[in-house]
T-cell receptor
């Protein structure tokens, strides 16, 4: 079946440090999406990447989609305590209509 | 983005009983899904709710256990039947807009189910 591997599973940083989470798919993706889930909350859509090699920025967040459309990353510059939560990637395999979610990376930020 | 509401927000149920969860969206959507999320875990797709026809279930999920209805483009229900403690989880409704190749997916607030 379709698999999306996400690492690391967990990361604890000091406020101001950078953070990166990575996703790798076993198959080529039509697009990849990123979600953030705060503790006790539901997943919230952040962004979608569609094109090979695409890079998108949202303030301190930078999202990349690999050239082969099999991997992606989310980088947060100078983390803040408001960044705390679990970040999920979700890939849409080519030819499919349902997303495959990674296991998520839980980010803790200490002040 | 969509405004999605789910009822109930949480419930505690006895084993052997059934619970029906409702999902209401404020506008017509392309697709509706039901997910399950165990505490601290990722999201597992249960099924795609199809309007006017039987839902499409993922491997490991069956209609007898998780019957789903979608009578129109803005409403769906998921029933968790003959519950056991293993069914304790958060159940999330999700919707998409736009073309399959480039849609955005939005989640409801979830229903936290505890089975005793």
């Amino acid at each position: 079946g379709q698999q999306v591997m996400q690492i690391p599973q967990y990361q604890h940083v000091q406020e101001g440090e950078d953070f990166t989470t990575y996703c790798n798919s076993s198959t080529t993706l039509s697009n990849i999406q990123w979600y953030k889930q705060r503790p006790g909350g539901h997943p919230v859509f952040l962004i979608q990447l569609v094109k090979s090699g695409e890079v998108k920025k949202q303030k301190r967040l930078t999202f990349q989609f690999g050239e082969a459309k099999k991997n992606s990353s989310l980088h947060i510059t100078a983390t803040q305590t408001t960044d705390v939560g679990t970040y999920f990637c979700a890939g849409l395999p080519s030819g499919y209509s349902t997303l495959t979610f990674g296991k998520g990376t839980m980010l803790l930020v200490s002040p | 983005s969509a405004v999605i509401s789910q009822k109930p927000s949480r419930d505690i149920c006895q084993r052997g009983t059934s619970l029906t969860i409702q999902c209401q969206v404020d506008s017509q959507v392309t697709m509706m899904f039901w997910y399950r999320q165990q505490p601290g875990q990722s999201l597992t797709l249960i099924a795609t709710a199809n309007q006017g026809s039987e839902a499409t279930y993922e491997s490991g999920f069956v209609i007898d256990k998780f019957p789903i209805s979608r009578p129109n483009l803005t409403f769906s229900t998921l029933t968790v039947s003959n519950m056991s403690p293993e069914d304790s989880s958060i159940y999330l409704c999700s919707v998409t807009y736009g073309q399959v190749s480039s849609y955005e997916q939005y989640f409801g607030p979830g229903t936290r189910l505890t089975v005793t």
